[in-house]
């Protein structure tokens, strides 16, 4: 009898398809994956603990460097932290501006996200068609924020500027061209055979582990569980605009994949909606604030729907002016948790695919 | 049929191929940069007043302000940026009450040597006795002299205007062009 021998191989920190400093240290049988573990933490920076030595405030720019691919919804779930802590309340028109710079973020994040998903499969002309519409995108975003990825646009109360003259024009343009775009992705990577070859019924999720997972955003919804915090919870006021949850079937690289392309469609209608309703409402985009921001002693989590799932910020006062304590639950990293269970089994080859549809980034992952 | 999919592809790739090109040729052209910009850091001495605000609001402690006592007023004898740890998040143009802290357009701010990367937006002495109302800014070369005499504070008025320039102008000086 042939007597196989398992080895062990090391997948990173150095890959490219490991989207940053990620390590996987693989078992394998012959090409088989017998066990996959992940090893994060090179790109640790200690930003929770950075946060205790900063003021409110400061902390926000920091929240950019998580998910610096979707930056507006770090801030945004940090800034309704505090906000939910010190009850402030926020003028409508800044809200609207959340919503919108929210979803150009998310958009963002899942042109990424789908880009390289195809990218490490072999699709190279469909990632660089999709970082043609980031870039679109990262203008309008320089253009309201003056950065183009670490945005540090919200602020407690509101956000930092009100919209530069033309701008929510030419967004509304980009937004009614975007359609067009995303069916372009569709023809070229979600149509294409050897795509839907290399991901279908790979990496299969099944929605019970995924809830006993605790996963959340397009890889828990992709296994077919309808939840969306904006739907579900809506903060904000995601309540006022009229959009579905893409949800997959089988819980497959394709489906994780199709709900990102999908979701983006529904972005855009919620920007489209936002902009047509962002019109009747003026007004401040910054309430009134403290200059000096003491909240009460006392504890608050607040979590939203972010581009990777559900991030959430649990904020500790103890009535000074910084933080006593600021711990941010990043969906990548808890995504990432059931990375070995869902590579046993499969292909080497088919390792890159599964790690790039949970579409994790490890500024997040390791924070 | 199988690679129908695969020939919708190629149609998109081809007609992409036709499409107008999207290439900006850097260092020739350059994309127009938004009003926002968070560039270089500008401060318009003049309305500074020193007081700290956007030395406070830094999340990194970037901003160093020195200040001497002149007279009854404080007088700024510098005001540097560490701007390697910099993250370009604009609370300190935010801060400022007297709008004197600006970002500028201008995004090229690499340097050749560690030491030139610091941005120096003011270096000066302070005057030795303190300056009438109608004379806001400083001059320098004025610390050596204990006290200048009357035929020197005549000269003044000119004086001043020249010094702020220098101190405005100083972080486009340092770049290499």
Redesign the interface.
């Known amino acids: 009898m042939l007597r196989t021998q398992e080895y062990f191989l090391n997948f990173g920190p150095q890959h490219p398809s490991t989207h940053g400093v990620f390590q996987i240290i693989l078992t394998l049988d012959g090409e088989r994956i017998v066990k996959g573990e992940p090893v994060c933490g090179y790109l640790h920076r200690g930003i929770e603990k950075l946060a205790e030595a900063r003021t409110y405030t400061q902390v926000i720019p920091y929240t950019d460097r998580m998910d610096y691919l979707a930056a507006m919804l770090q801030n945004l779930g940090y800034v309704q932290a505090v906000e939910k802590l010190m009850g402030i309340e926020v003028p409508e028109r800044a809200e609207y501006l959340r919503v919108i710079s929210g979803e150009l973020s998310r958009i963002a994040s899942h042109l990424i996200g789908i880009g390289v998903n195809a990218l490490d499969i072999g699709a190279f002309t469909g990632f660089l068609l999709c970082f043609r519409e980031r870039e679109k995108i990262m203008d309008l975003l320089e253009e309201l924020t003056g950065s183009r990825m670490t945005l540090s646009y919200a602020r407690i109360g509101g956000v930092a500027d009100d919209a530069p003259e033309g701008w929510l024009d030419r967004l509304k343009k980009l937004m009614d061209e975007m359609p067009g775009y995303i069916e372009e992705y569709q023809g070229l990577i979600t149509g294409n055979e050897i795509f839907q070859a290399r991901t279908k019924f790979i990496g299969i999720l099944s929605p019970e582990t995924a809830i006993n997972y605790s996963l959340s955003g397009p890889t828990l919804r992709g296994s077919g569980v309808n939840y969306d915090l904006r739907k579900a919870r809506p903060y904000g006021v995601y309540d006022r605009f009229d959009f579905e949850v893409p949800l997959g079937e089988n819980g497959d690289c394709f489906d994780r994949f199709l709900c990102r392309m999908l979701e983006m469609e529904q972005s855009v209608r919620i920007i489209q909606q936002a902009v047509e309703q962002i019109k009747e409402v003026d007004g401040p985009v910054i309430g009134k604030v403290p200059k000096v921001l003491k909240p009460p002693k006392g504890e608050v989590y607040h979590e939203i729907e972010s581009s990777k799932g559900i991030i959430g910020y649990y904020v500790v006062s103890d009535g000074s002016n910084k933080p006593y304590r600021v711990h941010v639950r990043r969906p990548s990293f808890i995504n990432l948790g059931y990375l070995d269970e869902m590579v046993r089994g499969y292909l080497l080859a088919d390792v890159v695919a599964i790690l790039s549809s949970i579409d994790i980034v490890l500024g997040e992952v390791d924070c | 049929m199988?690679?129908?999919?695969?020939i919708?592809?190629l149609?998109?790739?081809w007609k992409?191929f036709w499409a107008p090109k999207?290439t900006v040729q850097y260092p020739d052209e350059q994309h127009t940069v938004?009003?926002?910009?968070?560039g270089r850091f500008v401060l318009d001495v003049d309305k500074c007043i020193a007081c700290g605000l956007c030395a406070n609001?830094?999340?990194n402690k970037v901003i160093s302000i020195e200040k001497q006592k002149v007279g009854k007023k404080q007088y700024m004898t510098g005001y540097k940026m560490k701007i390697q740890y910099c993250?370009?998040?604009?609370?300190c143009v935010?801060s400022c009450n007297k709008d004197a802290l600006h970002?500028s357009k201008d995004f090229n701010m690499n340097q050749y040597f560690y030491r030139d990367i610091p941005l120096v937006l003011v270096e000066r002495e302070a005057p030795a006795e303190p300056l009438e109302e109608e004379e806001p800014a400083a001059k320098a070369g004025d610390k050596e002299k204990p006290k200048p005499k009357p035929k020197a504070k005549a000269e003044k008025p000119a004086e001043p205007a020249a010094q702020t320039e220098v101190a405005a102008g100083k972080a486009s000086d340092k770049e290499g062009q």
């Open positions: 199988f690679g129908k999919g695969l919708k592809g149609q998109i790739t992409e999207l938004p009003e926002r910009f968070h609001a830094c999340p993250l370009f998040c604009g609370l935010e970002f």
